[in-house]
């Protein structure tokens, strides 16, 4: 697996990070590794020869590895969270969680079940009990895999100061998506869904 990761993934792969705060780019994935999601400072492929696996690979000159490596420490195993394997000088060898964000749940209208909001609660909560500090938790960074919640995205635990981006995301959940999703299921443009993430990251930004 590390032969496949240093000779084939790190060797011919081109990630590249323009804006801190939007996800990353894959410009090229050498054959047959195939990407599985990007963030903000990272993008995780997989090979099909090892689906259980997932390789977070950080963009060059991106800050984290170190700090996301200890909080899988910290974590050791839990249900909701995947799992550090190995550490290398600039990617992680993870346990692959599967399941569907819940950013794309909404796009393609499947339905978030408050089972996996209380799932993802317990899971933040059990993450506070290790002396961590959930931070930067939302939409895409969270997944649903038969009715449960999973945490997809924890690099950012380390950081002390206060983040109330899941507490936001559970009133809109109540407020807005339970009534409406309860009545009618129905997939929701990606244009909506950005256009409501930026807003909602100016509304923080002007509340601050």
């Given at each position: 697996m590390?032969?496949?990761?240093?000779?084939?993934?790190?060797?011919?792969?081109?990630?590249?990070?323009?804006?801190?705060?939007?996800?990353?780019?894959?410009?090229?994935?050498?054959k047959p590794w195939e990407v599985l999601g990007t963030g903000n400072y990272a993008a995780?492929?997989?090979?099909?020869?090892?689906?259980?696996y997932a390789v977070k690979v950080y963009a060059p000159g991106r800050p984290g590895l170190t700090e996301e490596a200890e909080v899988y420490r910290r974590l050791g195993r839990h249900p909701a969270f995947s799992e550090c394997y190995y550490s290398g000088p600039d990617f992680l060898v993870l346990k692959r969680l599967r399941g569907v964000t819940f950013y794309d749940s909404?796009?393609?209208?499947?339905?978030?079940?408050?089972?996996?909001?209380e799932d993802i609660d317990s899971a933040l909560d059990y993450a506070r009990s290790m002396g961590l500090h959930p931070h930067d938790v939302h939409a895409k960074n969270v997944m649903i895999?038969?009715?449960?919640?999973?945490?997809?995205?924890?690099?950012?635990?380390?950081?002390?100061?206060?983040?109330?981006m899941w507490e936001d995301y559970k009133t809109a959940y109540y407020r807005l998506?339970?009534?409406?999703?309860?009545?009618?299921?129905?997939p929701?443009?990606?244009?909506v869904l950005e256009t409501v993430r930026r807003g909602y990251r100016l509304w923080r930004r002007w509340k601050e």
């Amino acid at each position: 697996m590390l032969e496949w990761i240093t000779g084939e993934l790190m060797a011919k792969a081109t990630i590249e990070s323009i804006d801190p705060k939007e996800p990353v780019k894959v410009l090229s994935v050498p054959k047959p590794w195939e990407v599985l999601g990007t963030g903000n400072y990272a993008a995780v492929f997989y090979h099909p020869e090892a689906p259980d696996y997932a390789v977070k690979v950080y963009a060059p000159g991106r800050p984290g590895l170190t700090e996301e490596a200890e909080v899988y420490r910290r974590l050791g195993r839990h249900p909701a969270f995947s799992e550090c394997y190995y550490s290398g000088p600039d990617f992680l060898v993870l346990k692959r969680l599967r399941g569907v964000t819940f950013y794309d749940s909404m796009k393609r209208g499947i339905l978030i079940t408050e089972q996996a909001i209380e799932d993802i609660d317990s899971a933040l909560d059990y993450a506070r009990s290790m002396g961590l500090h959930p931070h930067d938790v939302h939409a895409k960074n969270v997944m649903i895999q038969d009715t449960r919640g999973l945490i997809v995205d924890i690099s950012d635990f380390l950081k002390e100061e206060d983040c109330i981006m899941w507490e936001d995301y559970k009133t809109a959940y109540y407020r807005l998506y339970r009534p409406i999703a309860s009545r009618w299921r129905f997939p929701v443009p990606r244009l909506v869904l950005e256009t409501v993430r930026r807003g909602y990251r100016l509304w923080r930004r002007w509340k601050e």
